[in-house]
């Protein structure tokens, strides 16, 4: 939802709010947790405690990891330029383009570890317990 939000904003016909937050869950979110998530779950079920530090960083991992890997494997354009630097020259990312894709990453992982703390909050918290 919170990466939809610059939608309201941008003063494009862009089909709205709803559809576009519709676009990231199926195109996005949705795979990525049956591919990742899912796991995760289970592995932080059978062998880990749910303690927050595990439900954070499972869902930045979950979340950034498809992410990092369609942009390493994927194809680079030949030539890409974002806010007049060049991101992309040859088929190969520029210093500008690493920098842009980790500040895309980290902002997906704080994003979704945000998630894991909400989930932690609501599922797995016990009022009047100190987290660990």
Not at 106 to 130: E, N, S, Y
């Amino acid at each position: 939802m919170l990466i939809s939000l610059p939608t309201l904003f941008d003063g494009l016909d862009n089909g709205g709010l709803l559809k576009t937050v519709a676009m990231f869950a199926l195109f996005g979110g949705y795979p990525a947790t049956l591919i990742f998530g899912v796991p995760a779950l289970l592995i932080l079920k059978r062998w880990l405690r749910p303690r927050l530090m595990w439900l954070m960083l499972a869902g930045g991992l979950v979340a950034s990891a498809p992410v990092a890997c369609s942009t390493l494997t994927g194809p680079q354009p030949e030539s890409a330029w974002v806010d007049g630097r060049l991101i992309a020259q040859g088929g190969n990312l520029t210093e500008a383009g690493w920098t842009q894709m980790s500040h895309l990453l980290v902002a997906i992982f704080v994003l979704c570890a945000t998630g894991g703390l909400t989930f932690w909050l609501v599922g797995v918290r016990q009022p009047g317990k100190v987290p660990k």
